[in-house]
């Protein structure tokens, strides 16, 4: 098993096996709550949760966040995910693809166009790996390897950081990821990990290019915590734990972000575990609604399970609406909702 193969597997089993939620912090949505509408003037089943990105129309504004690859059980977790995804009409992302580009017998892992020929399909590279010689050229190849419509430029500092041989020099990066996203025809988006992203990073990436921000705040999975657990050194175990509660929680993250960027879509994506949550973030200005570990246990047994776990979370959202009195997204997006903490109607 080589070093990433056998990586990929430690972290989904850290991730099914762990507790490696952030600790001390939330993602900050039980702070909002939606005025209930008790006379809605709607009609719930007619509720239409469609929307259009990249080009791509989509059933319900939901993605099924980067998760795995480039080990042998990814191949039936990304199938099954693709597979769910393509039945309810959602978008997907694979995980990092650096695997499948330095050795190409991992490449097969992600690719589920097979089962999923009409997904909005993210394809996935660390963007630290351009300090470390990729270029616009392993771009382009890991968008061919899936054939997918936008690519993931994933930014995990603390992630690398706190990483046995993590890559750590991130000098000079935001030049480099300018060069990609000019030499690319398809949309480049730049996601966190875990720990958000601020208004004055998201406004840096899209100064340079960058097509879309997925905010990916705390709340949820820490991956800091994730590589807690696969360490074997005490001392660097301590320290990986010691940010266990790092980062900006997704809430807050996202409107910061949609008020810096406006007309730039943002991904709400980070401890997001109900359509009721789905709802908030799209209240809050997100045009894309990512959920990951929480459905990492059905993609381990069936597409089935998976396409059960995300009919659920599409159910809530539609009722959601249906109670804020709102027929489509759009009238989502103004319903009335609160910010308990200050004591505001948004």
Known sequence: MSDIEGRKRQHIDAVLNEDVSSKGL???FEDYRFDHVALPETDLDGTDLTTSLFGKRLAAPLLLSSMTGGTGIARNI?????EAAQSLGIAMGVGSQRAGLEHPDFAETFSVRSVAPDILLFANLGAVQLNYGYTEDHARRAIDMIGADALFLHLNPLQEAVQAGGDRNWVGLLDKIEAVVSALDVPVVAKEVGNGISA???????DIGVNAIDVAGSGGTSWSEVEAYRQTDPLVRRVAHAFAGWGMPTATTLREVVAEIPGVPVFA??????????????????SLVGMAAPTLGSALETATAVRDNMTATIEELRIAMFCTGSQNLEALRSAKMRDLRKGELL
């Open 78 to 82: 990304n199938l099954h995910l693709a």
């Open 26 to 28: 939330t993602t900050g």
């Open 200 to 206: 004055d990073v998201a406004r840096r990436l899209v």
């Open 269 to 286: 994506s980070g401890g997001i575990r109900t359509g009721i949550d789905a709802a908030k973030a799209i209240r809050l200005g997100a």
